[in-house]
């Protein structure tokens, strides 16, 4: 075998091992929520990624809603929990709402990005 076949077959594996990579996004948020007085509420998803190669420094969830996008902040204690405050108008009697993973991760010859996005969920406001 020669060093070019050999290193060949450990960039075939690599995109291989990274293509079996599984990316999961859980919404934690209740479907329904008293109304709130200053009209924000908390939406919180556990982002999981079983791929060695992530770049989790380039971790970044928004929360969408309409053509609208909130940045997700990372909690304190755990740190694949992302949370962002939605707001909602006082009139509403709730929001529709997704959510977008952008991450980077490493490849040959630079890293490459990639996403994932959630299916659409409904927030429902209780008076």
């Not at 990579?21 to 982002?47: F, K, M, S």
């Not at 609208?68 to 006082?90: D, G, I, Y």
Request: glycine share 6%.
């Amino acid at each position: 075998m020669t060093r070019q076949s050999g290193i060949l077959i450990i960039f075939l594996a690599a995109l291989l091992l990274g293509g079996c990579a599984r990316a999961t996004l859980t919404n934690l948020t209740v479907g329904q929520q008293p109304r709130d007085a200053n009209g924000l509420y908390r939406v919180e998803i556990i982002w999981e990624n079983d791929a060695n190669s992530v770049r989790h420094e380039t971790v970044q969830p928004v929360l969408l809603v309409g053509t609208n996008v909130f940045p997700m902040q990372r909690t304190a204690l755990v740190s694949n929990r992302w949370e962002a405050l939605v707001p909602v108008a006082a009139d509403a009697a709730g929001v529709t709402y997704r959510v977008r993973v952008d991450w980077k991760f490493n490849a040959i010859p630079v890293p490459e990005a990639n996403s994932k996005m959630s299916k659409t969920f409904q927030l429902q406001i209780r008076d």
